[in-house]
């Protein structure tokens, strides 16, 4: 979040934020002594609900366990900072606990998460208190086995494992699909987490015909995306990662597409670091600013007619207008959703 002040005039700007206390993240909150006149805040869920974290964790694991069970494969499209790590921790934590599944390789194929990590496995002070107590708690362990033998344990080999909760002993960072032996069940996180191009579209492409196989979409997706679209469980979809000479994998259609058919199963599991309906009304109460505005009255007209035919914006900004304006007709504020 961003703090402005022009002439007296405080502003905060919220950008994408959570108010969900993850695995790594520490959630937002108002700095103390601040009284903003002018609040700035996103939207993202308009006037919907998150389901409880302990739920949909609970949920995702059910998922994926049970396309492994039936000897699929799971594909999970992610972005490649923040939320794949928070998902790579709940896999891990998962795997630790439960010998069923080791054998499963969990893999993520992006080269920026990989260069990601290295930054969280370097700032572990600015991660969370969950983050922090890991650390402590591995590297007590790691002096106390290495009392017992009487030689140092440090490293990330041996049954105890390293020290830092981002050297991950379950995970595995993909380089290239050249690379990836595709046998057997795994569990593969893969960008662009919108599925329009790139690994996580091919190994869609690859993976959708067979029923064993699960897609989760854990992320936010707009409309006229693959993720967006897929969500509504078509036949078949268009292969763009797959050459018109290798048509025997699918179907042409008649503008000469190859055509995939789709029987893996679909399910959307949200992860995504921004706050729902009843999280960010009660950031607005708490702020209490005089004024508060949605980020479209930002926008210049351009970038608002663009963002009307590729998101749908207008009508889903009317749709929190009514919500908005209904909950908050007793505060001494001007809402401001400029559709």
């Given amino acids: 979040m961003f703090l402005i002040e022009i002439a007296g005039l405080k502003i905060l700007f919220t950008g994408d934020y959570s108010r969900e206390e993850d695995r790594h993240l520490v959630s937002a909150t108002l700095p103390k002594n601040i009284k903003p006149d002018v609040l700035i805040t996103e939207s993202t869920y308009g006037n919907a609900s998150h389901m409880p974290r302990a739920e949909r ?5 059910s998922l994926i366990t049970n396309a492994l069970d039936r000897g699929g494969r799971v594909l999970m499209p992610v972005f490649a900072l923040g939320r794949a790590q928070e998902l790579l921790l709940i896999l891990e934590e998962y795997w630790e606990k439960h010998d069923k599944y080791r054998n499963y390789p969990i893999y ?26 890991l650390f402590r708690s591995r590297m007590a362990a790691i002096g106390e086995s290495a009392s017992k033998d009487g030689k140092n344990a440090g490293g990330g080999s041996g049954s105890v494992g390293g020290t830092n909760p981002f050297e991950m002993r379950w995970v595995r960072s993909l380089k290239s699909l050249d690379r990836f032996d595709d046998v057997g069940g795994c569990v593969m996180l893969a960008s ?3 599925l329009q191009n790139g690994v996580s579209r091919e190994l869609l492409e690859r993976w959708c015909p067979d029923p064993r196989n699960a897609l989760i979409i854990t992320g936010y997706s707009v409309e006229g995306t693959m993720a967006r679209s897929i969500m509504n469980e078509p036949t078949e979809i268009p292969a763009v990662m797959t050459s ?14 190859v055509m995939v058919q789709r029987r893996c199963t679909v399910e959307e599991l ?10 960010n009304s009660a950031f607005i109460e708490e702020v209490g600013a005089s004024i508060v505005v949605s980020p479209k009255s930002l926008l210049p007209f351009s970038l608002q007619v663009y963002f009307k035919w590729i998101y749908g914006y207008a009508n889903f900004i009317n749709m929190i207008c009514g919500v908005v304006l209904s909950r908050y007709w007793f505060m001494e504020s001007s809402i401001i959703w400029d559709a």
């Fill in 270 to 279: 949200s992860f995504a670091a921004h706050v729902d309906f009843p999280e």
């Fill in 244 to 257: 018109r000479g290798s048509a025997g994998r699918g179907r042409r259609d008649d503008m000469d597409k």
């Fill in 108 to 133: 993520y194929a992006s080269s920026l998460a990989k260069r990601c990590m290295t930054v969280y496995q370097t700032y572990i002070h600015a991660m969370n208190d969950n983050i922090k107590s």
């Fill in 192 to 194: 662009p987490g919108m």
């Fill in 57 to 61: 964790e609970t949920r995702l694991m």
